[in-house]
T-cell receptor, first 115, second 112 residues
Framework: EAGVVQSPRYKIIEKKQPVAFWCNPI?????LYWYLQNLGQGPELLIR????????DSQLPKDRFSAERLKGVDSTLKIQPAELGDSAVYLC?????????????FGPGTRLTVL | EDQVTQSPEALRLQEGESSSLNCSYT??????LFWYRQDPGKGPEFLFT???AGEEKEKERLKATLTKKESFLHITAPKPEDSATYLC?????????????FGGGTRVLVKP
């Protein structure tokens, strides 16, 4: 079974430019998460989707970050405009939404460098 | 607020030298405690879920244990391929949507 797929794996951009990350979750997983991971730290949740609905976006900086999951499968996370402090790894995870606790499975991440 | 603290931050071991990693947590009620392994340039890989104090789980050279305030990840006779960052995360009973709170991780280097 394929795991969580993310692209691109690496992205280097100039500050003030836009950038987008794509995620395809594990087949059948209704819940999708976007995390931010800074160097030497654990992941921090940005947004969580239940199917198409963003049910927890309290940690998403809404002035420059946006996300969508139009058909309840793939998701895109966008930053516009990017700032130097946005350099980090952006991780996508998915879970079945069943069971307590519900195990989250992570993709390989996108490493963003803002110059 | 849920908090997770991992120690040590880094651990250097000789091959075969057993050791333990600590994960201390503060949560109003624990739904589950998770251990993940993360290799450089990769996403976290799920290892274990522990649900209640006294529970233990094993996988190859790894054994995870849980008390009411902390969890330990024991690495027995480690090999160089066990080198990675080990992340601990908790999920609270009242956590909305299975929210995980992660610790900062322990970077383990096993030298041959």
């Amino acid at each position: 079974e394929a795991g969580v797929v993310q692209s691109p794996r690496y992205k280097i951009i100039e500050k003030k430019q836009p950038v987008a990350f794509w995620c395809n979750p594990i087949s059948g997983h209704n819940t999708l998460y976007w995390y931010l991971q800074n160097l030497g730290q654990g992941p921090e949740l940005l947004i969580r989707y239940e199917n198409e609905e963003a049910v927890d976006d309290s940690q998403l900086p809404k002035d420059r970050f946006s996300a969508e999951r139009l058909k309840g499968v793939d998701s895109t996370l966008k930053i516009q405009p990017a700032e130097l402090g946005d350099s980090a790894v952006y991780l996508c995870a998915s879970s079945s939404g069943q069971g307590a606790p519900d195990t989250q499975y992570f993709g390989p991440g996108t490493r963003l460098t803002v110059l | 607020e849920d908090q997770v603290t991992q120690s040590p931050e880094a651990l250097r071991l000789q091959e075969g030298e057993s050791s333990s990693l600590n994960c201390s947590y503060t949560v109003s009620g624990l739904r589950g405690l998770f251990w993940y392994r993360q290799d450089p340039g990769k996403g976290p890989e799920f290892l274990f879920t522990l649900y209640s104090a006294g529970e233990e789980k094993e996988k190859e050279r790894l054994k995870a244990t849980l008390t009411k305030k902390e969890s330990f990840l024991h690495i027995t006779a480690p090999k160089p391929e066990d080198s990675a960052t080990y992340l601990c995360a908790v999920q609270a009973l009242e956590a909305a949507g299975n929210k995980l709170t992660f610790g900062g991780g322990t970077r383990v280097l096993v030298k041959p």
